[in-house]
Nanobody, 116 residues
Framework: QVQLVESGGGLVQVGGSLRLSCAASGSIFSFDAMGWYRQAPGNQRYLVAT???????NYAASVKGRFTISRDNANNTVYLQMNSLKPEDTAVYYC??????????WGQGTQVTVSS
C-alpha cells in the first residue's frame, strides 16, 4: 500500500515562500511521475506541477517562474518550492503519484493560505 504524506503548508503573507514536501512510503523510482494538484474552495482540482522519473518537469502557467518541483530519490520525497506567493495560490495542495495501470495515489492534502 502506497502512502504519500505531505507537509510544509501554512499561512504566509503575499510575496512569501513555502516549501511543500511529499514523502512516499516506498521507492519513488517506481512511479512514472509525481507532482502536486491544488483545490480551492468551490473549485475543481488543478494540476500545479509534475516531475517525471527522468526529471522532466512541467508547470501550470499560473505558477511557472514562481514554483519549482524537485525530487529526491534517495529520500523518496518530492518537493514544491513556492516563491512570490499570491492570494490566488490559496488552496489545499495534494501530492500525487502515477504508476502505469493504477489509479493515482494521493496524499491527504496540506493547506496553503496566502494573506494579503
Amino acid at each position: 500500500q502506497v502512502q504519500l504524506v505531505e507537509s510544509g503548508g501554512g499561512l504566509v503573507q503575499v510575496g512569501g515562500s513555502l516549501r511543500l514536501s511529499c514523502a512516499a512510503s516506498g521507492s519513488i523510482f517506481s512511479f512514472d511521475a509525481m507532482g502536486w494538484y491544488r483545490q480551492a474552495p468551490g473549485n475543481q482540482r488543478y494540476l500545479v506541477a509534475t516531475v517525471t522519473r527522468n526529471g522532466y518537469t512541467n508547470y501550470a502557467a499560473s505558477v511557472k517562474g514562481r514554483f519549482t518541483i524537485s525530487r529526491d530519490n534517495a529520500n523518496n520525497t518530492v518537493y514544491l518550492q513556492m516563491n512570490s506567493l499570491k492570494p490566488e495560490d490559496t488552496a489545499v495542495y495534494y501530492c500525487y503519484a502515477a504508476r502505469p495501470g493504477f489509479p493515482f495515489y494521493w496524499g491527504q492534502g496540506t493547506q496553503v493560505t496566502v494573506s494579503s
